[in-house]
């Protein structure tokens, strides 16, 4: 395993766990995956796992994990304030208290101001005192380094990043978001001011490997690479890159990402890797609907849509042919038990005010419905869902 430095000297794994996405097993998290996972991880050398108060179950599961093997003084934890729920200056003590508990430790390595999108967000928070209780936990002992999470555009995150001493921070950054988002510029500038970067969504959440189009794979494979060693390999070719998150939920991810990062460099990215980069972001570009990264920070939609479940479909759709999207579709949103379709949204515009993406959701959920449940396929599904179902 490689390692890059943070702002105090001390070296974070250049691969990330990010804790997100779990594999769920009935309304809750399968702990024993998880703990396999995690422990091939941390056997690999990833010091650095990342987790957040709205991740359901994530940080009580990090937590139990990490407490069973006794390697919590090993291993760096990195969660977040839910900011948008803050209404007052108890509630931030209400809530990091919760945090410790569900994580079974008295103190947090890397603790993040989660998802701010603007500097209102973050002066929302200086009026109820948080320079104060940054200022009070990182004296008893209980935050090491204080960041931020981000999703904005570049102009914003530029404020933010002047508006506080900043220990580190965490964007959303790939091939595919290199001048959105925080992008490039953001990624340079925390790194002049000596702000170590950690991202996230290197592979677009998933997107850049299962759902990219044949074309891309073909041409990657030419390479004699896999999609997410291509994507990795170009985020850590850049020196400003602290650390890459990745949602491993499987063994051989975790063994093929700890491989990568075992090797990857600073600079070995050659001028056919960037012309192959290129090449890549304009096949996506031709084929993408909706710049969906399956976050599902719009969910729970109050009406049950499976938000996310609509948008990959309607993605793979242009990418791996309408057939293959559609069957998709058919088998995991149209024939649930409960229905999750398109046609349930009542406009409220809940999910739109939490898309870290900013999509216009109520509208590229009608282009989705209509693209992915044509007249004979609304008819299979009914047929289907009578059969399976009695309904």
């Known amino acids: 395993m490689k390692y890059r430095k943070d702002r105090k000297g001390e070296e974070i794994s250049i691969l990330g766990y990010g804790c997100m996405r779990f594999t769920r097993q009935g309304a809750g998290i399968d702990v024993k995956k998880a703990e396999e996972e995690i422990m091939s991880a941390y056997r690999s050398g990833v010091n650095y796992y990342d987790t957040a108060y709205i991740y359901p179950g994530s940080e009580a599961c990090l937590g139990e994990i990490l407490e069973r093997n006794g390697i919590r003084k090993e291993i760096k934890i990195a969660t977040k304030l839910p900011q948008y729920l803050i209404k007052n200056s108890s509630s931030i003590d209400k809530y990091f ?199 599902a920070y719009c969910m729970p939609c109050p009406k049950g849509v499976d938000i996310p479940g609509a948008f990959r479909c309607y993605n793979e759709m242009y990418s791996e042919g309408k057939s293959v999207g559609r069957r998709e579709y058919l088998q995991v949103v149209s024939l649930r038990k409960e229905p999750a379709l398109p046609s349930q949204c009542v406009k409220c515009g809940k999910c739109e005010s939490h898309c870290p993406q900013h999509i216009k959701i109520i509208d590229e959920l009608k282009n989705a419905d209509k693209a992915l449940r044509p007249i004979y396929y609304k008819i299979a599904a009914s047929v289907a869902r009578r059969f399976m179902m009695g309904k």
Request: proline share 4%; hydrophobic share 40%; charged share 25%.
């Open 97 to 295: 208290a919760e945090q410790l508990k569900r994580l079974r430790t008295d103190y947090v390595d890397y603790y993040l101001m989660h998802m701010l999108t603007d500097l209102e967000s973050w002066n929302k928070l200086v009026s109820l005192g948080i320079k104060d209780w940054i200022q009070a936990r990182k004296e008893d002992g209980k935050i090491k380094q204080i960041g931020f999470s981000f999703h904005g555009n570049t102009s914003m995150f530029l404020k933010i990043l002047e508006a506080y001493d900043w220990d580190f921070c965490q964007i959303q950054y790939n091939y595919m978001d290199e001048v959105s988002q925080a992008g490039r510029i953001g990624l340079q500038a925390a790194a002049e001011k000596g702000i170590p970067v950690i991202i996230m969504e290197p592979l677009r959440g998933g997107k850049l490997v299962d759902l990219l189009p044949k074309e891309a794979k073909a041409k990657i494979a030419n390479r004699g690479m896999s999609p997410a060693e291509l994507a990795f390999r170009w985020l850590w070719d850049q020196p400003e890159v602290t650390c890459v998150l990745s949602g491993m939920n499987s063994i051989p991810m975790v063994e093929e990402n700890c491989r990568i990062a075992s090797v990857a460099e600073v600079g070995e990215f050659t001028e056919s890797d960037h012309a192959l980069i290129s090449d890549i972001k304009s096949i996506i570009e031709k084929t993408t609907k909706v710049p969906c990264t399956g976050c």
